[in-house]
């Protein structure tokens, strides 16, 4: 996937306002609308304007863009960074009417990859309006150690806005927020209330934090499962051994069986984060070698080779 320059798009500048990105979206759009326009490619053309207005004009996806489209280049390789957006609070305002692509608009996979689940869940807002403040998202990080046990958190979020210039701008709020033992990432939070004003008398909207991992040095998460790799020497494996082990919630002694292979899990049943049903704590062995940075390790090794008839190719053979 290449990562997408909106701002080549429409050849202006990151530090264009508001309005000058909607006066040039209009101005191009008229250019290249498939109904009028003679140019050869204005349908595509059309479709990348309308995806790119789509995130310049709103500050809230504009400010997150801004945020991460600066470590990139218009053509370049491009993945997501994982949690790229965290600590920005969106609020799935509606699309200003005129030369959108609408709803049911066909996005690029780079649109979707960083939008399409903000975009999809602002439509359906907008499909029930009512008096109650819209709501508001947003995905913050927390540490894996927090979902082990629960703990109390001060987080910023911060809220894009415009300044008198019609620059984006952004806002920042703290809150405290309490992190319940057993969540996952995926699972929100709601703070009720903490969303956008009602319309007259009507209640706030509230605000919904979607719960992500940070990474971690040594655990890595799939669901509430936790998978630690575990760095053997070949004669603990060879021979096995009982190992004091580190999980979130402390460490533990485990068993390795001898003969254990590199990439063999070892289950430690319930250790996952303590959801309910609790996850497990998955161990893989990594077989590591000492080095023969001596004369003496040198011979170790060639002692242990003459000791064993062992050959690891075997099975290519033939």
């Given at each position: ?56 004009k709103d500050p809230e996806k504009r400010a997150a863009y801004d ?252």
């Amino acid at each position: 996937m290449q990562f997408k320059d909106y701002y080549q798009i429409f050849a202006l500048p990151r530090s264009a306002t508001q309005d000058e990105i909607k006066r040039t979206y209009r101005k191009l759009a008229r250019k290249y609308h498939p109904d009028v326009s003679k140019e050869p490619d204005a349908e595509a053309r059309f479709k990348e304007l309308g995806e790119a207005y789509e995130v310049l004009k709103d500050p809230e996806k504009r400010a997150a863009y801004d945020q991460m489209g600066s470590q990139w280049k218009a053509g370049q390789d491009f993945k997501s960074p994982p949690g790229w957006d965290a600590g920005f609070e969106f609020s799935g305002r509606g699309r200003e009417p005129g030369f959108g692509t609408g709803d049911g608009a066909d996005y690029s996979d780079f649109f979707e990859a960083l939008f399409g689940q903000q975009t999809r869940r602002a439509h359906a807002q907008r499909a029930a309006m009512h008096a109650k403040g819209q709501d508001h998202h947003a995905k913050i990080l927390i540490d894996l150690e927090d979902a082990y046990h629960g703990a109390q958190r001060s987080i910023a979020l911060r809220i894009p806005g415009l300044d008198t210039q019609g620059h984006v701008v952004t806002a920042e709020r703290q809150l405290d927020v309490s992190i319940p033992k057993g969540i996952r990432a995926g699972q929100h939070l709601r703070l009720t209330g903490q969303g956008e004003p009602g319309l007259g008398n009507g209640p706030a909207g509230d605000l919904y934090l979607e719960i992500a991992f940070k990474p971690h040095a040594h655990f890595r998460v799939d669901a509430q499962d936790v998978y630690l790799d575990l760095p053997l020497a070949p004669w603990e494996a060879a021979l096995g051994a009982t190992l004091a082990v580190p999980t979130p919630a402390g460490s533990v002694q485990l068993t390795i069986p001898p003969g254990t292979a590199a990439g063999r899990k070892l289950r430690l049943k319930g250790k996952g984060i303590p959801a309910k049903p609790p996850g497990d704590l998955y161990v893989v062995p990594l077989i590591v070698l000492p080095p023969a940075d001596s004369v003496a390790a040198q011979d170790a090794w060639r002692t242990l080779a003459k000791a064993f008839t062992f050959n690891p190719r075997a099975h290519l053979k033939g």
